[in-house]
């Protein structure tokens, strides 16, 4: 089985810092691993992903994750942050072998501040 | 067309009554999901249907009943729900061809039980 933890349930941070959101992962199994993210009373869209491949991995809105399998991390970055990312993020991972089950972490809640 | 939608948005609904949501997609993706997420908390994984046939259920109770009657459309009836099922539930749809792994989520419908 596989589990993944957001180490952080929720993050200030003021406009146009850096932001990291922390994400450990535990499988006995190769697996693939997303980030996503939730704003208010909306469903919920894929940042990026790591499949294989440069473990650096660039997603859609300026945001970063880096693939660290000795550490079975996937941490996401942002060099600096709008209002606008104001969200919860959440960490996921699945099997490479049956990708249909997509187990998630509890979520990391970032409220951006000017 | 890469959206997913729901109806409707929101649903208020007695515990004896039977009511329905729509899950649509026209993405040609050949696997579909229910997830229940409660407030401040991840989704939680209810049904896959994959190939139009079901082929997760993460124990859900009786009273949700979900059908796929075609490749693009999913449902989920419920029927005698209690207060504590209220909440957002979410379709996903997967397995297209360019990024079979990758899911696609809907905005929601937000239930409400009396």
């Known amino acids: 089985a596989q589990s993944v933890t957001q180490l952080d349930s929720q993050v200030p941070v003021f406009e146009e810092a850096p932001v990291e959101l922390r994400c450990n992962y535990s499988?006995?199994?190769?697996?693939?691993l997303f980030w996503y993210v939730q704003y208010p009373n909306q469903g919920l869209q894929l940042l990026l992903k790591y499949l294989s491949g440069s473990t650096l991995v660039k997603g859609i809105n300026g945001f970063e994750a880096e693939f660290n399998k000795s550490q079975t991390s996937f941490h996401l970055r942002k060099p600096s942050v709008h209002i606008s990312d104001t969200a919860e993020y959440f960490c996921?991972?699945?099997?490479?072998?049956?990708?249909?089950?997509?187990?998630f972490g509890a979520g990391t809640q970032v409220v951006v501040t000017p | 067309d890469t959206e997913v939608t729901q109806t409707p948005k929101h649903l208020v609904m007695g515990m004896t009554n039977k009511k329905s949501l729509k899950c649509e997609q026209h993405?040609?993706?050949?696997?579909m999901y229910w997830y229940k997420q409660k407030a401040k908390k991840p989704p939680e994984l209810m049904f896959v249907y994959s190939y139009e046939k079901l082929s997760i259920n993460e124990s859900v109770p009786s009273r949700f009943s979900p059908e796929c009657p075609n490749s693009s459309l999913l449902n989920l009836h419920l029927h005698a729900l209690q207060p504590e099922d209220s909440a957002l539930y979410l379709c996903?749809?997967?397995?297209?061809?360019?990024?079979?792994?990758?899911?696609?989520f809907g905005p929601g419908t937000r239930l409400t039980v009396l």
């Open positions: 499988s006995s199994v190769s697996v693939y």
């Open positions: 993405m040609g993706h050949r696997a």
């Open positions: 996903a749809s997967s397995q297209g061809r360019v990024e079979p792994m990758r899911q696609f």
């Open positions: 996921a991972v699945t099997r490479t072998d049956s990708w249909g089950k997509l187990q």
